[in-house]
């Protein structure tokens, strides 16, 4: 079993910045993937970035191409989401997760957090 737990969320303007941090307990998260989603009010839960074990691969969303960048800390049992050039429509509860494939599939992730808020606004 692995625990998540989410924080760094808030309010904040366009164009600003956030940093989303994702604590992993239990099982040693080095042998998992590790993915970052986010859930709009009324919308599915959508894909926004993944980095597999070592920290070497990544892949991110179109929609925030550029602006945001995914990384972990094996280490530390850490994952990290760093958002910039913040817009409205970044506005959603993000989630990590952990899973065993390189997949931008939520449906192949095994643990999920409780979710962090992020508002966009001014």
């Known amino acids: 079993q692995v625990q998540l737990v989410e924080s760094g969320g808030g309010l904040v303007q366009p164009g600003g910045s956030l940093t989303l941090s994702c604590a992993a307990s239990g099982r040693t998260i080095s042998t998992y993937v590790m993915g970052w989603f986010r859930q709009a009010p009324g919308k599915e839960r959508m894909f926004v970035a993944l980095?597999?074990?070592?920290?070497?691969?990544?892949s991110t969303a179109e929609a925030v191409k550029g602006r945001f960048t995914i990384s972990r800390d094996n280490n530390k049992g850490m994952g990290y989401l760093h958002m910039n050039s913040l817009k409205p429509e970044d506005t959603a509860v993000y989630y990590c997760a952990a899973g065993y494939s390189f997949s931008r599939n939520v449906f192949d992730y095994t643990y999920w957090g409780q979710g962090t808020q992020v508002t966009v606004s001014s």
């Open positions: 980095i597999n074990w070592s920290g070497g691969g990544t």
